[in-house]
């Protein structure tokens, strides 16, 4: 009867551990996307998208689509716009970290996860898919300009840079460095 009674009891103590890590589980991803609903009321990516372009104004705007509700070019449906859309909204991806910016650059270059038709931003209230179109102009940017967008990106969405530091940032020199030497130096 004791051993009936512990391996009931070991079962519920199991079964009961399940049930709080799940709701754990559960509870992190809730305020995990709760953190990034917060970030994105802060700052709209209908704002952002502008910012992007003052701060890069060679990034392709990729928004000579036509909208199907009006029949004319959607101006402010641009590649920046979409980018964002994706990153934030589709992925659900944190838009402060370096990192996960470049996993969307990634899946736009074919490298990470599939990217799909019908949830890509834009492809329910444009004629045309843009897709296609904007994965090729990203495809096109150099490395240092996809550097430069995923920097500027967090700029604008982390302005306290508390993740980033000057030592992170790409750089825009086209001038060779010096190598740095005496780093051993300092350790003494």
Known sequence: MVVKF???LIMVLVVSGLVVGLGTSQLYQSSFIGIQSALAQRISPSEVWQ???QQLPDLP???QYISKET???AENNTLANRLIRYHVYVKERSPI???DW???MADYLGANEVMYDTTYPGSDILRENPIEG???AISRLSRRQRDALVQTLV???NPNGQNTTNESRPSTSTTPQKPQTGGAELLK
Do not use: H, M, P, Q
Request: aromatic share 16%; net charge positive; no cysteine.
């Open 51 to 53: 910012l992007v372009y």
């Open 97 to 99: 970290y370096r990192f």
């Open 102 to 104: 470049k996993l969307t």
């Open 61 to 63: 705007k990729e928004n």
């Open 6 to 8: 512990n391996s009931a």
């Open 134 to 136: 904007d994965r090729a």
């Open 155 to 157: 700029d604008i969405f």
């Open 71 to 73: 029949g004319k070019k």
